[in-house]
């Protein structure tokens, strides 16, 4: 099955930049629906960016909609998550999470396949 792995979380300052990666390994991932998910301290899990359909249409959540861009490079096998302008209430693991997607290009519902995490800290 499809193996996710995250990579370039860190330490940034409010107003600063990283990007995120995810490598995705065991399966082509054009037969998934990938998604970013992020979870503060006491907060539950949300979903950040996902990309919903094979046509790469994507969603974001509200408080970081024109600051992170979800991207996916088919030939590098690798999810990215592109953050800018980061606020501290971005502090959070991060993770990269796996659907399948149907025969006719739309994602189930459920996300059966996660990466361990990656920390992203953001101090003011």
């Known amino acids: 099955q499809v193996q996710l792995v995250e990579s370039g979380g860190g330490s940034v300052q409010a107003g600063g930049s990283l990007r995120l990666s995810c490598a995705v390994s065991?399966?082509?991932?054009?037969?998934?629906?990938l998604g970013w998910f992020r979870q503060a301290p006491g907060k539950e899990r949300e979903v950040v960016a996902a990309?919903?359909?094979?046509?790469?249409?994507?969603t974001y959540a509200d408080s970081v909609k024109g600051r992170f861009t979800i991207s996916q490079d088919n030939a590098k096998n690798t999810l990215y998550l592109q953050m800018k302008s980061l606020k501290p209430e971005d502090t959070a693991v991060y993770y990269c999470?796996?659907?399948?997607?149907?025969?006719?290009?739309?994602?189930?519902?459920?996300?059966?396949?996660w990466g361990p995490g990656t920390q992203v800290t953001v101090s003011s």
């Open positions: 999470a796996a659907r399948r997607m149907s025969s006719n290009g739309y994602c189930y519902v459920d996300y059966n396949y």
């Open positions: 065991g399966y082509e991932m054009s037969r998934y629906c």
């Open positions: 990309i919903i359909n094979r046509d790469g249409s994507t």
